[in-house]
């Protein structure tokens, strides 16, 4: 990352590529034991927040990102009642999962509080449900906590993580799988953010293996845009636990009784489809 003449820009050296902000002023700066988290005021596309210097959420897209995560997966599932949110600090999935009324526990467990202290100040919109007491938010390592979990403990898994470096590494492990695979019930699913189609292929092929040897039956890359991620385009993955996610609730996802941005069914069809390389 580099803040030069009032612009940030975050540098994808791998690819050649970049993404610039114009900022108007600095609004947080706090280095936790774990990242620095920086908040910045922008021209065009509101608050930022930064992890280690890389976009995490702005104002103007993240709600592609945060719908994206959740409802698909959540119409996908046949009964989606007791849901784990691994990571999204920034509390925006959480907000989208409880839409869903039919949900009646969703726990958060992110290891850095920082990230959630940060949205409080800088993003209300994002945490305005974690006051809803379905909600219960835990600070605690992701991964020790799915190891831990009771079998057959949730119906869904969402793993809202940061890029597979430092904390979130294990994240897109076989053996962080293996556990995801163990606290799901059978009709379970989990869903996790995978990346850019155009720039990680390689991370996504790899979850497709290890999320298969980790036991889970189908997998399902989506794909939507995201404009402040790199390349602009992203990427969910779905696994199974003894059921496929190739096809999701239609008529419930036509007629959701809630508001959403992005998503829709006819949104959620297309981000099945996948160009021929990505089906390659």
Known sequence: MTLDKNWYTEIYPADGAAFSLKVKKKLHDVQTPYQHIEVYETEGFGTLMTIDGLVMVTDRDNFIYHEMMSHPVLFTHANPKNVLIIGGGDCGTLREVLKHPGVVQAQQVDIDEGVTRAAELHFPDL???NSDPRA???FDDGIKW?????PGSYDIIIVDSTDP???AEGLFSEAFFRSCHRALRDGGLIVQQSESPLFHQKIINDMHSAMRR???DSTLT???????YPSGWWSATLAGKGMAPTSFREQDAARKPFKT????AAI???????PEFMLR
Do not use: I, K, W
């Open 268 to 274: 959620h069809r297309a981000a099945m489809a996948l």
């Open 146 to 150: 799915v190891a831990d979990a009771a």
């Open 165 to 167: 470096v430092g904390p």
């Open 261 to 264: 941005l992005y998503y829709n």
């Open 136 to 138: 219960e938010l835990y």
């Open 127 to 129: 945490v305005d449900s």
């Open 222 to 228: 989506l794909n939507f845009p995201q404009c402040s």
């Open 214 to 216: 980790a036991g889970f």
